[in-house]
């Protein structure tokens, strides 16, 4: 619990990871698992550490490989972004998505939205830009 309340004053800002684990009686490789959770917002992970089932420093070793994919992709270039989609087909750019998908999973991923949700918010904007 400590090291969660440091987290958040260190996340909060104007305060180092060090200064917010003394303020609170916690260390810092509490706080910096505490601080990982935090920006994982796995709030199972949370709650877990929290109960006693699961150490704070082994939930977030857990979480750190997703942490550095977030991160990573977050700093990317729009290029090294390309190249990822290219690479793994996984991108934040549904219009990029749904261009690269075979017409079977546009038709699929229309029939998950509807035909009025599709009609109404994807084609009538779009004729009405035109």
Not at 51 to 60: F, P, W, Y
Not at 88 to 102: E, N, R, V, Y
Request: hydrophobic share 45%.
């Amino acid at each position: 619990m400590r090291a969660f309340s440091a987290a958040q004053e260190y996340l909060g800002g104007g305060v180092s990871l060090k200064e917010a684990a003394i303020r609170h009686g916690s260390n810092p490789p509490y706080v910096r698992a505490a601080v990982m959770l935090t920006k994982a917002n796995d709030r199972w992970l949370i709650d877990a550490t929290m109960r006693g089932s699961i150490t704070v420093t082994a939930a977030a070793k857990s979480v750190e490989p997703l942490l550095l994919l977030l991160e990573g992709y977050q700093r990317a270039s729009p290029k090294v972004r390309d190249d990822f989609f290219k690479a793994t087909g996984c991108t934040s750019d549904l219009g990029k998505l749904l261009a690269a998908s075979p017409p079977a999973e546009r038709t699929r991923a229309a029939e998950t939205l509807d035909a009025e949700e599709v009609w109404s918010q994807m084609v009538v904007p779009l004729v009405a830009a035109e």
